[in-house]
């Protein structure tokens, strides 16, 4: 079963950059990572999705290497705004043998001013 | 683009009763999810329907819970009857389309989410 690694709290002062790195070591060929941002009261938000090198977008910068079993999350000039929890995604066989993206329990960002 | 919307926003009963949560997906959009999501935890999926037939539901507690989509496009879902470890926030996602090939690729929309709390 595929499944992610990621630290479970950072915390950043505002204008850093912040780097949040997953692990997928089990990640399926043909599989992408994805990135979800969730603040509080709210529901999931996508963010990023890539499948190697680098993905660039207005929000933020993701970063496969060659082998895919880790990924980085990039966050360029965070703010107080980007504190929130960030999920990592890679797919996964459910129970019923469906192929799913499983959240695990994510990274929790704290940014202080 | 108006969102997914979920009603209510909040809700509280007691253990034992029932309780029924509601969802309007994206206009278009084929498939649907319900998550339940514990504080501190990530969503975890409890069904997802394509259209209206159910795709995957194995980790629904089909004791107690229940849910349907009948006309392919609204979703509800039900508890009966409800116990304190079902408190929690039910969230609903939907997405334009599910073909097996394109499942790394999909992409989900959420609703705010319905927050319970069993008493």
């Known amino acids: 079963l595929a499944k992610t690694t990621q630290p479970i709290s950072m915390d950043s002062y505002e204008g850093q950059e912040v780097n949040i790195t997953c692990s997928h070591n089990?990640?399926?060929?043909?599989?992408?990572i994805t990135w979800y941002q969730q603040f509080p009261s709210q529901g999931p938000r996508f963010i990023i999705q890539?499948?190697?090198t680098k993905v660039t977008n207005e929000v933020a910068s993701l970063f496969i290497p060659a082998d895919r079993k880790s990924s980085t999350l990039s966050l360029p000039r965070v703010s107080l705004s980007d504190t929130a929890v960030y999920y990592c995604?890679?797919?996964?066989?459910?129970?019923?043998?469906?192929?799913?993206?499983?959240f695990g329990k994510g990274t929790k960002l704290s940014v202080i001013p | 683009e108006a969102g997914v919307a979920q009603s209510p926003r909040y809700k509280i009963i007691e253990k034992r009763q029932s309780v029924a949560f509601w969802c309007n997906p994206i206009?278009?959009?084929?498939?649907l999810y319900w998550y339940q999501q514990i504080l501190g935890q990530g969503p975890k999926l409890l069904i997802q329907?394509?259209?209206?037939?159910?795709?995957?539901d194995s980790q629904l507690p089909k004791d107690r819970f229940s849910a349907e989509r009948l006309k392919g496009v609204d979703s509800t879902l039900k508890i009966q009857p409800a116990k304190l470890e079902d408190s929690a926030v039910y969230l609903c996602?939907?997405?334009?389309?599910?073909?097996?090939?394109?499942?790394?690729?999909?992409?989900?929309?959420f609703g705010s989410g319905t927050q319970l709390s069993v008493l």
């Open positions: 996602a939907s997405s334009l389309d599910r073909q097996r090939s394109e499942v790394t690729n999909e992409k989900l929309f």
């Open positions: 890539g499948y190697k």
């Open positions: 089990n990640i399926a060929t043909n599989d992408y």
């Open positions: 329907f394509q259209n209206n037939g159910v795709v995957d």
């Open positions: 995604l890679v797919g996964d066989i459910s129970g019923a043998g469906s192929y799913q993206l499983t």
């Open positions: 206009s278009g959009h084929a498939t």
